[in-house]
């Protein structure tokens, strides 16, 4: 089955860290570019990050720039998101999603709470 | 960056009515390389990730039923759901994908009436 799970959210204290991770199977991470996308509870939908299909390009929304990271293990098949320095804005359920240009696979999404 | 405006917030319409949403990108996003528009529709309901509808401005998602609708060019587009059911009952959002950063629009809330 063609599908992405995410994991590794949680609740966290102002200044800490998490990190996401969202195992692809049914498909290879490799042959497409990949986003995370995020949405604040009862709010919209952000973008938040992407990284190119041969892993050499990566981009952030400004929110989030200097704090969190792409990146991606081939033989894992598994899309990252390394978090630093979390804020109380960056509260929301966290989605991979897989593009083909418009994003045509969403994973179930996970929740990172940012609070003391 | 490119912003979306969606319109209305919200709707209700009665079952088996045309609902429609209106988004305007404030500038184009048009791609060159194959004339299309960079535009998709999402359709999210509560506790659940959003579900690609449309791509291209226009093409159906596959298994999308064709009461589901994408038109428009430039910087105007429009969805249309032709006869509301009550499985529709979601917030949908648009989204250009044409330069980075992809931005979304507010989201439109679609009710029964």
């Known amino acids: 089955e063609v599908q992405l799970v995410e994991s590794g959210g949680g609740l966290v204290q102002p200044g800490g860290s998490l990190r996401l991770s969202c195992a692809a199977s049914?498909?290879?991470?490799?042959?497409?570019?990949m986003h995370w996308v995020r949405q604040s509870p009862g709010q919209g939908l952000v973008w938040v990050s992407r990284?190119?299909?041969?892993?050499?390009?990566?981009t952030y929304a400004d929110s989030v720039k200097g704090r969190f990271t792409i990146s991606r293990d081939d033989a894992k098949n598994t899309l990252y998101m390394q978090m630093n320095s979390l804020r109380a804005e960056d509260t929301a359920v966290y989605y991979c999603?897989?593009?083909?240009?418009?994003?045509?696979?969403w994973g179930q999404g996970t929740l990172v709470t940012v609070s003391s | 960056d490119i912003v979306m405006t969606q319109s209305p917030d919200s709707l209700a319409v009665s079952l088996g009515e045309r609902a429609t949403i209106n988004c305007k990108s404030s500038?184009?996003?048009?791609?060159?390389?194959?004339?299309?528009?960079?535009l998709a529709w999402y359709q999210q309901k509560p506790g659940q990730p959003p579900k690609l509808l449309i791509y291209w401005a226009s093409t159906r998602e596959f298994g999308v039923p064709d009461r589901f609708s994408g038109s428009g060019s430039g910087t105007d587009f429009t969805l249309t759901i032709s006869s509301l059911q009550a499985e529709d009952v979601a917030v949908y959002y648009c989204?250009?994908?044409?330069?980075?950063?992809?931005?979304f629009g507010g989201g439109t809330k679609v009710e029964i009436k």
């Open positions: 990284i190119s299909s041969d892993g050499r390009t990566t």
């Open positions: 049914g498909f290879t991470l490799r042959s497409y570019w």
């Open positions: 999603a897989r593009s083909g240009g418009a994003y045509n696979l």
């Open positions: 989204q250009q994908y044409y330069s980075s950063p992809l931005t």
């Open positions: 500038q184009t996003v048009l791609y060159s390389s194959n004339n299309k528009d960079g």
